[in-house]
């Protein structure tokens, strides 16, 4: 009535010994590719079955991440609109009392500033010269001696119109003189380009002038070419030799003048000139 079996030890030696030969016939002649191929067959959609709740789970992780990143994202966006609206209601107002304290002193200069943004499309490979080529020219209403800003301060203006660029210098050109004034007790001087990228030269200060590192630099408005406030750089080092009448004030400039590739092209006109803008530029006030 009983059958007795080998027992488990003879079944794993026979197995053990079974899986040596079909791995070798297999090594030397290949002759168990086909059925290997036919078992992986058999066995794919088994595969697919037990990876399915694996990447079921990694695509729904994926999707929870991206979901709470873009509301994370959303709601930051949101809070820096509601940030930025309220900045903007303040120059608003800043702009309104501006007007009318320039109404109460009968002051003729009035200004409406309009801004055209441009982008850098190549730079002066000499080694000498900080010049710059911006993708707007005399169709978009350009025009030589024109202010370039970037969103940290001032860049420099325009020298030469074509039909479709323009070249500007930048600030730090040696050829380049900014007039400026320091913000904190508005003391006058010229800025001179020094050839380096992040260094101005005040020139024509006198030794016993108020000058400290880190004041701000800002233009004067003098010259007809930038009005007046706008970020020019800060003091980072200031040099006073007993024996001669000027100190030496270096400014490093607020634009990151080796970085930035789109630049606001600056152009004003009378208030009381009703001629129309041009449609490529857009209203601006402040900065």
Do not use: C
């Given at each position: 009535?009983?059958?007795?079996?080998?027992?488990?030890l003879?079944?794993?030696?026979?197995?053990?010994?079974?899986?040596?030969?079909?791995?070798?016939?297999d090594?030397?002649?290949?002759?168990?590719?086909?059925?290997?191929g036919?078992?992986?067959?058999?066995?794919?959609?088994?595969?697919?079955?037990i990876?399915?709740?694996?990447?079921?789970?990694e695509?729904?992780?994926?999707?929870?991440s991206g979901?709470?990143?873009?509301?994370?994202?959303?709601?930051?966006l949101?809070?820096?609109?509601?940030?930025?609206?309220?900045r903007?209601?303040?120059?608003?107002a800043?702009?309104?009392e501006?007007?009318?304290?320039?109404?109460l002193?009968?002051?003729?200069?009035?200004f409406?500033?309009?801004v055209?943004?441009?982008?850098?499309?190549?730079?002066?490979?000499?080694?000498?010269?900080?010049?710059?080529v911006?993708?707007?020219g005399?169709?978009?209403?350009?025009?030589?001696?024109?202010?370039?800003?970037?969103?940290?301060?001032v860049?420099?203006?325009?020298?030469?119109?074509?039909?479709?660029?323009?070249?500007?210098?930048?600030?730090?050109?040696?050829?380049?003189?900014?007039?400026?004034?320091?913000?904190?007790?508005g003391?006058?001087?010229?800025?001179?380009?020094?050839?380096?990228?992040?260094?101005?030269?005040?020139?024509?200060?006198p030794?016993?002038?108020?000058?400290?590192?880190?004041?701000?630099?800002?233009?004067?408005g003098?010259?007809?070419?930038?009005?007046?406030?706008?970020?020019?750089?800060?003091?980072?080092?200031?040099?006073?030799?007993?024996?001669?009448?000027?100190?030496?004030?270096?400014?490093?400039?607020?634009?990151m003048l080796e970085?930035?590739?789109?630049?606001?092209?600056v152009?004003w006109?009378?208030?009381?000139?009703?001629?129309?803008?041009?449609?490529?530029?857009?209203?601006?006030?402040?900065?």
């Amino acid at each position: 009535m009983f059958v007795r079996r080998p027992s488990a030890l003879i079944r794993a030696v026979v197995a053990v010994a079974a899986s040596i030969v079909l791995m070798s016939v297999d090594h030397r002649a290949s002759h168990l590719e086909s059925a290997r191929g036919l078992l992986s067959t058999v066995l794919y959609p088994l595969q697919l079955a037990i990876h399915l709740p694996i990447r079921t789970g990694e695509w729904l992780s994926e999707q929870l991440s991206g979901r709470r990143t873009i509301l994370a994202e959303n709601t930051r966006l949101r809070e820096e609109r509601l940030r930025i609206r309220a900045r903007l209601e303040k120059f608003d107002a800043l702009e309104a009392e501006n007007r009318r304290l320039r109404n109460l002193l009968g002051s003729s200069e009035k200004f409406a500033e309009r801004v055209l943004v441009a982008e850098l499309i190549s730079v002066d490979m000499d080694p000498f010269s900080r010049r710059i080529v911006v993708n707007k020219g005399a169709r978009d209403d350009v025009s030589p001696g024109q202010a370039m800003i970037g969103s940290k301060g001032v860049m420099g203006q325009i020298i030469h119109v074509g039909p479709f660029t323009s070249n500007a210098l930048l600030i730090t050109d040696p050829s380049h003189a900014l007039p400026v004034q320091i913000h904190r007790n508005g003391l006058r001087a010229v800025a001179f380009g020094t050839g380096p990228l992040n260094l101005l030269k005040l020139s024509y200060v006198p030794n016993n002038a108020d000058v400290q590192v880190n004041d701000r630099i800002v233009t004067s408005g003098l010259g007809s070419r930038f009005l007046s406030g706008y970020p020019v750089g800060k003091v980072v080092e200031i040099r006073r030799d007993p024996g001669r009448s000027f100190a030496e004030v270096y400014v490093q400039p607020s634009a990151m003048l080796e970085r930035t590739r789109e630049v606001l092209l600056v152009r004003w006109d009378s208030i009381s000139d009703q001629a129309p803008a041009s449609e490529a530029y857009t209203s601006w006030s402040g900065w």
